[in-house]
């Protein structure tokens, strides 16, 4: 099994600043994309960023210049770096990749928990 681990979420005022990790654990041959979703209020899940394995990063236009997605291959670990932050941001952060398993396999999806993000006006 692929588990994926989310650490720090927490509560931060308006403008102020987090750093989320993700780490994926387990039998893995290959991880492709990982990536961050999260679920606003009244909306659907929502891509926040995600990033390819030679580094290629792709954003919501809502947090372009503000967010900044990274990964770090030998540790299988992704961070979102997100600064200054609004109200409107406030979510529960759900880190993904996609990974296979074993040479003979397909890739498919894996999805950690998900770590809470509140930003207070």
């Known amino acids: 099994q692929v588990q994926l681990v989310e650490s720090g979420g927490g509560l931060v005022q308006t403008g102020g600043s987090l750093s989320l990790s993700c780490a994926a654990s387990?039998?893995?041959?290959?991880?492709?994309?990982m990536g961050w979703y999260r679920h606003l209020p009244g909306q659907q899940r929502e891509l926040v960023a995600t990033?390819?394995?030679?580094?290629?990063?792709n954003y919501s236009d809502s947090v372009k210049g503000r967010f900044a997605i990274s990964r770090d291959n030998s540790k299988r670990t992704v961070y979102l770096q997100m600064n200054n932050l609004k109200p409107e941001d406030t979510s529960v952060y759900y880190c993904?990749?996609?990974?296979?398993?074993?040479?003979?396999?397909?890739?498919?999806?894996?999805w950690g928990q998900g770590t809470q993000v509140t930003v207070s006006s």
């Open positions: 993904y990749c996609h990974a296979r398993r074993k040479l003979s396999e397909y890739g498919r999806e894996y």
């Open positions: 990033i390819s394995s030679n580094g290629t990063a």
């Open positions: 387990g039998t893995i041959f290959w991880i492709s994309f």
